[in-house]
């Protein structure tokens, strides 16, 4: 299998990336095992998965340093993606959106630390900062663009018309948002645009939060701290309703003699050679899965049955309003 590689903006990345959050944040199991994450991103590597994402916010900074740590003297075989934003180092390092360039500044240097380089490939605003012009987040990004730290800038769940006034001070290289067949909405306003300014699309959460993988059953699967144990789409009475969304990606699995997490992926990658997923693992028999999504060919009559899927019932984070901002 030979991965091929794409653009977003000026970077060139592999045709799927690795995300990392899991290893480290959010979901059950997370942070008990960093010797096979740190494996599994090696896998990674390996196999030609030459683009990881990660953030300051998963941990906090613990996932940054096995990032780093599993990257060790390999680091310059890949494209680095990290994000600010979510973390306030101006307020005692408080949970709470800043995209101002105080905070840009220190982010940045605390995740150049942890990961172990002087530069980072594509720097996102994890979310949007209604408190200041996105002009102003951006000239402080454009800097670190020019002293070297940053190659790329990116923003995570924008809206159209902050994408476009952010591109207008300088230019973005990718939007990454929630995009799959659990999550369609990044279709109507975001893709059109991304599209129309030569800007790349970074899909997270492509299965859906593993939803997609047919492994989800119940919500007893899910620890207290799990994020998805209080998602409204994860909730008794709709995680119920929306089995059928995987009923027909089984369906369609079955037929190609692939796994359903496989499936899911292959849809994603035939919308575009601009959307760029990152499914995220633990484990490296999940990720030798994950990556051999590449491979597969969905036919016409597939694909329309999957795009076909009904929306799922429940919003996709039980707070929406830091979303398309």
Do not use: C
Request: aromatic content about 6%.
């Amino acid at each position: 299998m030979t991965m091929r590689h794409v653009s977003l903006g000026k970077l060139e990345v592999s045709r799927l990336g690795l995300g990392t959050m899991g290893m480290s944040a959010y979901y059950t199991g997370a942070g008990t095992d960093d010797s096979e994450s740190i494996r599994t991103i090696q896998r990674a590597v390996d196999l030609g998965i030459a683009f990881i994402d990660t953030a300051e916010v998963y941990g906090p900074y613990t996932n940054e340093q096995l990032v780093g740590r599993a990257l060790a003297g390999r680091r310059d075989q890949v494209v680095l993606a990290t994000k600010f934003g979510l973390i306030s180092h101006r307020h005692g390092d408080a949970l709470m959106v800043d995209g101002h360039p105080e905070n840009i500044r220190a982010a940045i240097e605390g995740s150049l630390k942890r990961l172990g380089t002087d530069h980072v490939d594509l720097y996102y605003q994890h979310r949007i900062d209604p408190s200041i012009a996105i002009e102003e987040t951006v000239g402080a990004l454009s800097d670190l663009v020019r002293e070297g730290k940053v190659k790329q800038i990116g923003l995570s769940e924008a809206a159209p018309e902050t994408i476009r006034r952010a591109h207008a001070v300088h230019p973005i290289a990718a939007i990454q948002s929630e995009y799959s067949l659990w999550t369609r909405d990044p279709e109507a306003e975001i893709l059109p645009l991304v599209r129309e300014l030569g800007i790349g699309f970074v899909a997270y959460s492509p299965l859906g939060r593993g939803f997609l993988t047919g492994q989800i059953r119940s919500m007893d699967q899910f620890g207290s701290d799990d994020f998805r144990a209080n998602n409204p789409r994860f909730a008794k009475g709709n995680l119920e309703q929306n089995l059928r969304i995987v009923d027909t990606v089984e369906a369609v699995a079955k037929e190609v003699g692939a796994t359903p997490a496989q499936v899911a992926l292959a849809w994603l990658l035939a919308q575009g050679d601009d959307i760029v997923p990152i499914p995220g693992t633990k484990r490296v028999a999940r990720l030798e899965e994950n990556a051999a999504a590449v491979a597969i060919v969905l036919t016409a009559d597939q694909l329309a049955r999957l795009s076909a899927i009904q929306p799922p019932v429940g919003d996709r984070y039980a707070d929406m309003s830091r979303i398309g901002r």
